[in-house]
C-alpha cells in the first residue's frame, strides 16, 4: 500500500498527558498538511511542510501542539498537556506541490485522539 | 467572510435525480480546487480536481467553476443512495510571505442524503 500511512488510528489518553502521531507520505509527496476534524466540521488547517521545512502554522493552534518533518519524509504531531477540548480526528494529507500550482492531497485513515 | 463557504444541509435528493452542491471562496488568486467525499467515520476522499473556468465532467460527477464570481459548484447525476455523504470543497490559499506555496482550505462540507 503506498497511500498516506498515519499511527495510531486510536488513542485514548488521560487528560494533561502526552501524545505524539506520526504520519508517512505517499513517498513522492513534498507537502504533508496536518488538520483536525472534529464533528459536524470540515477539516481545519493546523500546519504545513514542503520537504522539512514548516511554512505554515494555524494562529489558532496552541503553543502546547508542535509538528516536526526532520528529514522530509514522515511527520509527527505531538500534544503536550492534553485537553478534553483537544479530542478530535487528526488528519495527514500528502501532495505534490511547487509553483503556482498545487496537486491534489491525499488523506491518511486518520487519528482518532479521545482525551478523559 | 469565511474562506471557504458552504451550505451545511443537510441536502435531500430523490434517488435518481441530480444533486447540486455550491462553494464560494475569497481568494481571487487561487488556482486549484477540489471536491472531497466523505463518508461518516472515514478521511475524506478526493472525487473531483478543477482548474480552469468551465465544466468538467467525470463519469457521473461534473465539476463547474468560475474564476469571476470566485464560485465552484459540484453536480452529482443519476443520484444513488451511495452518494449518501458529506461533501468537502477544498481550495490552496497563498500563505504569508510565499509567492507560490500555499495551504489547502477546507469548508465546513455539505451532508448529502440520497431518499429512495
Known amino acids: 500500500d503506498t497511500g498516506v500511512s498515519q499511527n495510531p488510528r486510536h488513542k485514548i489518553t488521560k487528560r494533561g498527558q502526552n501524545v505524539t502521531f506520526r504520519c508517512d507520505p505517499i513517498s513522492e509527496h513534498n507537502r504533508l498538511y496536518w488538520y483536525r476534524q472534529t464533528l459536524g466540521q470540515g477539516p481545519e488547517f493546523l500546519t504545513y511542510f514542503q520537504n522539512e521545512a514548516q511554512l505554515e502554522k494555524s494562529r489558532l493552534l496552541s503553543d502546547r501542539f508542535s509538528a516536526e518533518r526532520p528529514k522530509g519524509s514522515f511527520s509527527t504531531l505531538e500534544i503536550q498537556r492534553t485537553e478534553q477540548g483537544d479530542s478530535a480526528m487528526y488528519l495527514c494529507?500528502?501532495?505534490?506541490?511547487?509553483?503556482?500550482?498545487?496537486?491534489?492531497?491525499?488523506f491518511g485513515q486518520g487519528t482518532r485522539l479521545t482525551v478523559v | 467572510q469565511k474562506e471557504v463557504e458552504q451550505n451545511s444541509g443537510p441536502l435531500s435528493v430523490p434517488e435518481g435525480a441530480i444533486a447540486s452542491l455550491n462553494c464560494t471562496y475569497s481568494d481571487r488568486g487561487s488556482q486549484s480546487f477540489f471536491w472531497y467525499r466523505q463518508y461518516s467515520g472515514k478521511s475524506p476522499e478526493l472525487i473531483m480536481s478543477i482548474y480552469s473556468n468551465g465544466d468538467k465532467e467525470d463519469g457521473r460527477f461534473t465539476a463547474q467553476l468560475n474564476k469571476a464570481s470566485q464560485y465552484v459548484s459540484l453536480l452529482i447525476r443519476d443520484s444513488q443512495p451511495s452518494d449518501s455523504a458529506t461533501y468537502l470543497c477544498a481550495v490552496p490559499f497563498l500563505g504569508p510571505g510565499y509567492s507560490s506555496a500555499s495551504k489547502i482550505i477546507f469548508g465546513s462540507g455539505t451532508r448529502l442524503s440520497i431518499r429512495p
Open positions: 494529507a500528502s501532495s505534490l506541490g511547487g509553483g503556482n500550482g498545487i496537486a491534489e492531497a491525499f
